[in-house]
């Protein structure tokens, strides 16, 4: 690797950009206008029995306020909702809405379309390649994060 | 790929957290403790002439607010600072102090020690293999995503 190369951060980071623009283009089309890349952080963590905002803001690595943000703008657009929490009830959880569920399928039959496509420019095993890759770099990386 | 496997996007999202985290436990130590990942998204996209928060807000695809939010922070933190752009007065733009730019460099060192440690698990050859893949795939999504 020279001086000028990008690092591997950098190169995960822009793929990871370009995937979500390129899901973003299609799901415009289906879902809503106002939807943006940093909406999909709720539902990337959402559990599908309910979440707080604080370990949403955790999973992905914001503070309570973003992610809060993040939230309300999905509750606008009538994807998500707040509830009490039935383990404590003066703790509330998001929840995704009938129409959020929808959302997300629709998401992962698009993520699935560009994935298929992919494999046609990278071939069968480059893609598998990546894939186990990918995998074993995130663990790697987990490891050396829980013990550093 | 059976349907239980983690989709590509997941699998590109997740190590690119992964590893900002890993940065960012190396990062706390030598810069400020309230440094999230979230925040290097400024310094990715920052122009070292300087950039308008509009464009880091495009180039990361968040809402102007937000970003506004992350350069403020970095801004109290005195890692960037805002002033007039050279090409239109009325406008700002935001610039890295010496304090940011020594940051970055000690960012750059990080992210070098992470890819040699990385280089040790998947061998010189894997961690070659997965530059050139990620390298790949990031033309071709950029491609789809211009041309649809």
């Not at 591997?8 to 980071?13: D, E, F, H, N, P």
């Not at 992919?118 to 069968?124: I, M, P, R």
């Amino acid at each position: 690797m020279s001086a000028e190369d990008p690092t591997l951060l950098k190169l995960l980071v822009q793929s990871a950009t370009a995937f979500e623009r390129r899901l973003n283009d299609g799901l415009r089309d289906d879902l809503d206008e106002e939807l943006r890349p940093a909406h999909y952080a709720v539902f990337r963590y959402l559990d599908p029995a309910g979440s707080r905002v604080s370990e949403l803001a955790e999973a992905a690595g914001m503070t309570q306020q973003a992610m809060g943000e993040l939230v309300t703008h999905l509750q606008r657009c009538g994807y998500v909702e707040r509830r009490p929490d039935p383990a404590d009830g003066r703790a509330r959880q998001v929840v995704a809405t009938p129409t959020g569920v929808e959302a997300l399928q629709a998401a992962a039959g698009r993520i699935h379309e560009i994935e298929r496509a992919l494999g046609e420019h990278l071939g069968a095993d480059g893609l598998q390649e990546l894939r186990e890759l990918l995998s074993r770099l995130g663990e790697v990386l987990r490891e050396q994060h829980d013990s550093p």
